[in-house]
């Protein structure tokens, strides 16, 4: 079974740092480029960042600004996010997927004060 | 950036009935699209991938069609458990994945 896990979220001040991991099972992972994806509260799905299988091409949304840094390692079939300093609007759902055919059941970031 | 457009923004529609929904690119994704329904608290649900194949456990009753820039998702007849906001999406090309803004199915 196709199972991508996301953990890391929570409450965290404007400014701070979160660090989210997804565990990726079920599939060949090291075959797929990887993406994080994020909804905010009554939006639609957002791409925030994705990174390729080898991890030879990365990119950011605009919005992301230098804050953020994804990376893979694919020994481990995981995923991870650093989040550098957050802001209110970066609070929403945060899924991982490959793209397409597999999404985690999301993590909760919410920066507030 | 590729750029995605749903239409109707809100759809109601009769159990029983057929719902249509539309999907538009701004350039061709060839058949690189997905379609995903979402329900209130729950994350997006793939239904069909590469345009017209249903995902794992997918009913047969919704069906997706079309390449290049125009697409369509078909509900053939609406059930209850239907409801929710749909979504398309291209993994054609990124930097980004692009979304459209959702079709609302109603039921009536």
């Known amino acids: 079974e196709v199972q991508l896990v996301e953990s890391g979220g929570g409450l965290v001040q404007p400014g701070r740092s979160l660090r989210l991991s997804c565990a990726a099972s079920g599939f060949k992972f090291d075959d797929y480029a990887m993406h994080w994806v994020r909804q905010a509260p009554g939006k639609g799905p957002e791409w925030v960042s994705g990174i390729s299988w080898n991890s030879g091409k990365i990119d950011y949304a605009d919005f992301v600004e230098g804050r953020f840094t994804i990376s893979r390692d694919n020994a481990k079939n995981s995923l991870s996010l650093q989040m550098n300093g957050l802001r209110a609007d970066d609070t929403a759902l945060y899924y991982c997927?490959?793209?397409?055919?597999?999404w985690g059941q999301g993590t909760l970031v919410t920066v507030s004060s | 950036e590729i750029v995605m457009t749903q239409s109707p923004v809100t759809l109601s529609v009769s159990p029983g009935e057929r719902a249509t929904l539309s999907c538009r690119a701004s350039q061709s994704v060839t058949t690189n699209l997905a379609w995903y329904q979402q329900r209130p608290g729950q994350p997006p649900r793939l239904l069909i991938y590469d345009a017209s194949a249903r995902a794992t456990g997918v009913p047969a009753r919704f069906s997706g069609s079309g390449s290049r820039t125009e697409f369509t998702l078909t509900i053939s007849s609406l059930q209850s458990e239907d409801f929710g906001v749909y979504y398309c999406?291209?993994?054609?090309?990124?930097?980004?994945?692009?979304f459209g803004q959702g079709t609302k199915v109603d039921i009536k």
């Open positions: 999406q291209q993994y054609h090309n990124w930097p980004p994945l692009t």
């Open positions: 997927t490959n793209g397409y055919t597999a």
